[in-house]
T-cell receptor
Framework: DAGVIQSPRHEVTEMGQEVTLRCKPI?????LFWYRQTMMRGLELLIYFNNNVPIDDSGMPEDRFSAKMPNASFSTLKIQPSEPRDSAVYFC??????????????FGQGTRLTVV | GQQVMQIPQYQHVQEGEDFTTYCNSSTTLSNIQWYKQRPGGHPVFLIQLVKSGEVKKQKRLTFQFGEAKKNSSLHITATQTTDVGTYFC?????????FGPGTRLSVLP
């Protein structure tokens, strides 16, 4: 299995532009997580899907952020409009089972976003 | 809300020395997981502990879950340069699954 696949690996965009990050979870996994990592705040859970349904989006910082999971093999995280403080590494992770189950999460390589 | 803390934040050791990082939660955890992230890499799952007082070993790594299920530790015996990275604990308390801030380990050859 190729693991969790994220694209792009790096994204540099100007403030105000729309940014879309993409994730393909491991086949057969029914939970998908979007995390943001910064030096100041560490790893933050943004949103969690189970069976393509958003279960917990309390970590989404504000309305500029939105996430979708149209099917079991694809998810997007969109920022519109982007701001410099959104600069971070965004990780997608998937797992077999729910957040409440004792299952490990497999992380993608991450997307390093820089908003200038 | 639930908070997970780790100490120390940074640790520099000479190759061959031992290393320990501690994880403390403000609430009782149903499980705790440990992840390692190499510089420039992504978090990789190491292990999960579920039972009170549980101890698990992986070669030179020893993981422990506290009796009260509010703390955990990771101990590395005789560190090697390949151990360099940030070690995160992550725990579930109720409906929340929270990562600690991590301990960054550097190993001097």
């Amino acid at each position: 299995d190729a693991g969790v696949i994220q694209s792009p690996r790096h994204e540099v965009t100007e403030m105000g532009q729309e940014v879309t990050l993409r994730c393909k979870p491991i086949s057969g996994h029914n939970s998908l997580f979007w995390y943001r990592q910064t030096m100041m705040r560490g790893l933050e859970l943004l949103i969690y899907f189970n069976n393509n349904v958003p279960i917990d989006d309390s970590g989404m910082p504000e309305d500029r952020f939105s996430a979708k999971m149209p099917n079991a093999s694809f998810s997007t995280l969109k920022i519109q409009p982007s701001e410099p403080r959104d600069s971070a590494v965004y990780f997608c992770a998937s797992s077999l089972g729910t957040l409440l189950a004792n299952t490990e999460a497999f992380f993608g390589q991450g997307t390093r976003l820089t908003v200038v | 809300g639930q908070q997970v803390m780790q100490i120390p934040q940074y640790q520099h050791v000479q190759e061959g020395e031992d290393f320990t990082t501690y994880c403390n939660s403000s609430t009782t955890l149903s499980n705790i997981q440990w992840y390692k992230q190499r510089p420039g890499g992504h978090p990789v799952f190491l292990i999960q502990l579920v039972k009170s007082g549980e101890v698990k070993k992986q070669k030179r790594l020893t993981f422990q879950f506290g009796e009260a299920k509010k703390n955990s530790s990771l101990h590395i015996t005789a560190t090697q340069t390949t151990d360099v990275g940030t070690y995160f604990c992550a725990g579930r308390g109720g409906q929340n699954f929270v990562f600690g801030p991590g301990t960054r380990l550097s190993v001097l050859p």
